[in-house]
């Protein structure tokens, strides 16, 4: 990696002045280091350490809606039996994350800011047009982990499993922007990616994550993936589902894929097809259908079409036990 | 004519490893841990293209990094590189972060060529780009014809046809390869991590045009290396090389992602099977065209058994009328080297597929069908304990008839490994010292399968001492030439050879003490008759004692979820013969290993190879995907003992049939064949036809 200074930050506010215009917060590193390391990222010229700012590291449980600290990690979701009985879909989906080790130190705000893992971006040699590059490479080559979806011609998808949850649950990202707290939704903080072929979200240079609000509205929630192995895998398709279940009916449903988009795909007219209805198979057959009606499947990702449809209903299914 | 004990103490008994707690402890030093004085790290430049004309290399920018001391071009003057990986220039320095900087200032002018051809379907076509220039990337065999093979079709009352594929796979030991080496005035040390002492001082000697005797290569451990660790490899040469001009010693270990590139594989196999048998289940007709790749060429490094892409066909069966017809395809990829059973498993893939295939257009039972045309008596003995363990008879049902939406199957394949067998050439010593320790010194190395705890169970059993008391030292050329460590030959070349120094320490301590028989009780008291000098005897392998092949079949059970497509192996049964045993946990950490290994080969692991870019796009285990704790299932070893057959190596038939029995089951689960590894959830869904059709671009 380049060379670069290091620091740590006792204050937000001191954060986000030592970063500057040329710096990246460090906070579990699991993605930064291997950025640096195959010389994905221009610079940085500083690395602030971001762990020791105070109190981002709770998770805080109030009636209408918890919050979950940025530096809140992977294994402390994991670990924490309410939630688990709170947002199960949330527990489901961060005991699915890489492996033991890697939950240890991976933060909720590292997880939402990460980068495509898509091989053309990050084999080191390979100019791709998520690098700035000229080209897709995956469009031409083989995009077996590429998306369904995109609103430009880079192909690579979100792969934060919180992200597509936190957008079942209809949570909110509150980001320290141009020094005030900015409210992103799960879509806001993605929606660049789905038009800018180099965005891996919709966050600035200098933006930071300080925390992530869950309303507790939906009774109900649950994840799925699928990966090619059992355990740390990445999804090749991810699913969240939540909804106020009452009187076997769905309401505020909600229900977002990862793993075959930029950003966490959410179809409305499937979300407002699903209120008020009692679950079956044919609903969330139909609810599938909808979600999945506009993909853009090529030669070698079109088996998530399949894969995707059977994890919809499944996810959607669960909401109701 | 010797003959081992029938009664034993440890032979065939279960002993722990001997160097189990060093290894568990962290204090057995592998070769990328030695740190020898002064030493420096080294670091490659690779190719970044796949093909391309070097016309310069200026080093002078890398050699005034701070903390660099030594900087070497690959070869001099204009050079052609033809993969992506392909070494340029090393440099060393005193840190890890001085050579990754170094390597970045090396100025490299390159002509690259736009036309390469990194995956073999088009690799083969007519007008493709050629890798080396002015020859074909096809370069087929005479075809392999007997009987009348034409006219035999029209004799069968079933047929098939099938495509079977298997996929380049990556050796990834989970020690990468590498040296650490120093060269002096007085000469060479090399700490390789290798499966090969003898070859690597050999190798060394004649690339760094050095007497063999002026080089000694050390392996104390070494984490693994299925057949591409035999040479020093260019990394061990460019090593060297740092070592003589930095006058220090450089440690050269490859990363995970040059492991990807330039080191080895398996070649891929594309097998086109037609076969046919007669009603009563006899196999018939049989025409098989196959193609594969090795990279840009077998390859100097590829030991014994060959990186080539040819396979044995039609496998374990005997045909009356077949016809064979092979060639291998040049690609701008690293080349293939020996990889465990080299040949065997993308054969047991083709062939036992098309076993099951054929059987169940018969409507036979795909067990009976075997054992009606695999004449081996030690396989027909497995078969029937095989099905047996995995409950074939109540299990086995009829394809695709799974009820419910996650169906499950099982399958069987049979295993061969003829190329086995003791390396005869292989010596030792051993010093008997008046206090009664023993210690045994063979020029072999134990590339982790167990060799030192088969050399102290074998001692211990011979003078009646416990294998503990017994101290073992591999993994130096200064000891007497041992083989090796592949080709499932390890094990019978030192068992024999141990026998052998034994006998001749008992025969001389009688000569010097007079003690008629020193072993067990009698031993502390006859060495101490010695008196001052130790005993050093030395013994040599004979025969009697060893053999070859071993064979062996295993079952899989899986379950198949037919909407996701996710494979999960339930069970697997492996019953594995190899003669004489000599510790049965070490040899049930072998087939523990192989299975586990065919497992990835099965559902998980394929080289990725863009036609675009020409890169590897998996150089990482995030993307080469193994298998983890999670994947493995129950494994049922039963272990067939046969002392008369002497000893024999386990290491490549444990992992050949693994993969053809989970496709089997697949299928059985299924009712429809998944012809190409690895089975993905991907193909899975394809292969019932869940994938919606779309159109290549």
Same mark, same amino acid.
Request: proline share 6%; glycine share 10%; charged share 20%.
């Given at each position: ?321 | ?25 962290? &204090?057995?030093? *592998? ?92 690799? &083969? ?195 009356? #009328? ?106 030792g010593e051993a010093q008997i010292n008046?206090?009664g320790?023993v210690e045994f ?17 074998v001692a211990?059993?011979m003078l009646g001492l416990?294998?503990?008391?017994i ?26 050879t141990v026998y052998d120094i034994c006998q001749r320490g008992l025969q001389q301590l009688l000569k010097q003490t007079?003690v008629?028989?020193a072993r067990?009780? #009698?031993w502390?008291?006859a060495c101490?008759?010695l008196?001052?000098?130790p005993l050093v005897v030395h013994g ?60 990835? *080969? ?38 067939? #003992? ?25 299928? #059985? ?29």
């Open positions: 990696m380049k060379a670069f200074e290091y620091t740590t930050a006792l204050s937000t506010d001191s954060a986000r002045e030592l970063v500057a215009d040329k710096g990246v917060y460090l906070a579990g590193g699991n993605d930064l280091l291997g950025l640096l390391k195959d010389y994905l990222i221009p610079g940085p010229n500083i690395l602030v350490n971001v762990k020791s700012l105070p109190g981002l590291n709770r998770i805080e449980r109030g009636a209408n809606s918890w919050t979950l600290g940025a530096l809140v990690t992977i294994a402390q979701l994991e670990g924490d039996t309410d939630l688990s009985k709170v947002f199960p879909g949330l527990h489901d989906a961060a005991s699915e994350i890489a492996s033991p080790q890697i939950r240890n130190v991976a933060t909720v705000g590292g997880n939402l800011a990460q980068h495509s893992r898509c091989w053309y971006y990050r084999q080191r040699d390979v100019p791709c047009l998520k690098k700035g590059g000229d080209l897709c490479y995956a469009r031409e080559g083989d995009s077996r982990y590429h998306s369904l979806f995109s609103g430009n011609d880079c192909i690579s998808p979100v792969v934060s499993s919180l992200g597509t949850t936190f957008a079942a649950l209809d949570a909110t990202a509150v980001v320290l922007r141009d020094g005030k707290e900015t409210r992103l939704s799960m879509a806001e903080l993605y929606q660049k990616a789905w038009t800018e072929p180099t965005a891996h979200h919709s966050l600035n240079p200098g933006d930071l994550i300080l925390r992530v609000e869950i309303p507790t509205a939906r009774t109900a929630s649950a994840y799925l993936q699928v990966s090619d192995k059992h355990t740390f895998d990445w999804a090749l398709v991810s699913c969240a589902a939540a909804a106020d279940v009452s009187g076997g009916k769905l309401n505020q449903s909600r229900v977002a894929l990862g793993s075959i988009s930029p950003v966490p795909h959410q179809v409305e007219a499937a979300n407002a097809f699903l209120d008020g209805k009692a679950l079956d198979d044919d609903i969330a057959s139909q609810a599938a259908d909808l979600i999945l009606k506009e993909a853009r499947p090529l030669e070698h990702n079109a088996y998530k079409v399949p894969m995707a449809h059977a994890l919809i209903r499944r996810t959607l299914l669960k909401l109701k036990s | 004519m010797p003959s081992w004990p029938t009664e034993t103490k440890y032979i065939s008994h279960p002993t722990l490893r001997v160097d189990a707690v060093p290894k568990v402890t962290g &204090r057995a030093r *592998y070769s990328s841990d030695i740190q020898a004085d002064g030493w420096l790290y080294g670091m490659i430049l690779r190719s970044k293209w796949p093909a391309a004309k070097i016309l310069s290399v200026n080093l002078d920018k890398a050699r005034q990094v701070p903390g660099i001391k030594a900087a070497v071009v690959a070869r001099d003057g204009e050079f052609t590189v033809r993969y992506y990986g392909e070494e340029i220039a090393a440099v060393a320095g005193t840190t890890r972060q001085a050579c990754l900087d170094a390597l970045r200032a090396i100025e490299v002018k390159a002509e690259p060529r736009n036309e390469f051809a990194v995956n073999e379907n088009e690799a &083969r076509k007519d007008d493709a780009p050629q890798v080396w220039e002015g020859r074909s990337n096809v370069a087929a065999g005479p075809p392999r014809e007997h009987g009348n093979v034409d006219q035999a079709f029209g004799e069968c009352a079933a047929v098939i046809e099938g495509f079977y594929t298997t996929p380049v796979q990556i050796h990834n030991p989970m020690e990468t390869h590498g040296n650490t080496v120093s060269w002096t005035d007085d000469g060479v040390t090399a700490w390789a991590s290798t499966q090969g002492i003898s070859s690597v001082r050999d190798g060394l000697a004649g690339a760094l045009q050095l007497d063999q005797s002026k080089i000694r290569v050390i392996t104390d451990f070494m984490g693994g290396g299925f057949g591409s660790k035999f040479g020093a490899g260019v990394e061990g040469m460019l090593a060297a090389q740092l070592s003589r001009e930095a006058k220090a010693p450089v440690r050269l270990m490859l990363t995970r992602f040059d492991q990807a590139l330039a080191v080895g594989n398996r070649p891929s196999s594309f097998q086109k099977i037609k076969m046919g048998a007669k009603a009563d289940g006899t196999l018939h007709a049989f025409e098989a065209e196959n193609y594969g790749t090795a990279g840009i060429g077998a390859g100097a490094d590829s030991g014994g058994g060959g990186g080539g892409a040819d396979l044995t066909m039609p496998y374990l069966y005997r045909v009356p #009328n077949s016809r064979v017809k092979q060639s291998h395809v040049a690609v701008n990829a690293g080349s293939a080297r020996a990889f465990r059973a080299p040949g065997n498993p993308p054969a047991s893939f083709g062939m036992e597929s098309a076993m099951d295939d054929l059987a169940v257009k018969l409507g036979m039972d795909p067990l009976a069908f075997r054992l009606k045309n695999d004449s081996n008596e030690i396989r027909q003995r497995e078969y029937a304990i095989g099905a047996e363990k995995i409950g074939w008879k109540e299990k086995y049902q009829k394809p695709g008839s799974s009820p419910g939406v996650v169906k499950t199957g099982i399958g069987c394949a049979g295993a061969a490994w003829p190329a086995g067998g003791p390396s005869r050439s292989t010596q008046p206090d320790s010194r063979l020029g072999v190395q134990d590339i982790g399968t167990g060799t030192k705890t088969v050399i102290a169970v211990a059993e416990k294998p503990e008391q101290t073992v030292k591999v993994g130096d050329t200064n000891f007497p030439p041992g083989p090796g460590s592949g080709g499932s030959t390890t094990c019978a070349s030192v068992s024999p007079g008629a028989d067990g009780k #009698n502390f008291a101490k008759k008196g001052v000098n040599n392998w004979i025969e009697g004692l060893s053999n070859r092949p071993a064979y062996g079949v295993q079952f899989a059970e899986v379950a198949v979820d037919t909407e996701t497509g996710l494979v999960a192996v339930k069970k697997i049964v492996a019953v594995h013969d190899c003669g004489l045993i000599i510790d049965t946990l070490t040899l049930e950490s072998q087939i523990n290993g192989g299975v586990i290994m065919g497992m990835g *080969y099965a559902l998980y692991e394929e080289r990725v190879m863009d036609d675009l870019s020409g890169v590897v796009l998996n150089p990482n285990f995030e993307t080469y995907k193994l298998p983890g704790i999670a994947d493995v299932p129950e494994i049922e070893i039963v272990l067939l #003992n046969m002392p008369e057959r002497g000893v024999i190596g386990i290491g490549e038939p444990a992992t050949v049939p693994t993969a053809a029995a989970i496709g089997n089951a697949v299928a #059985n689960a299924i009712g429809v064949r998944v012809g190409s590894l690895p089975i993905t959830p991907a193909k899975v869904l394809a292969a019932l036809g869940k994938v919606p059709h779309v159109a290549t671009t």
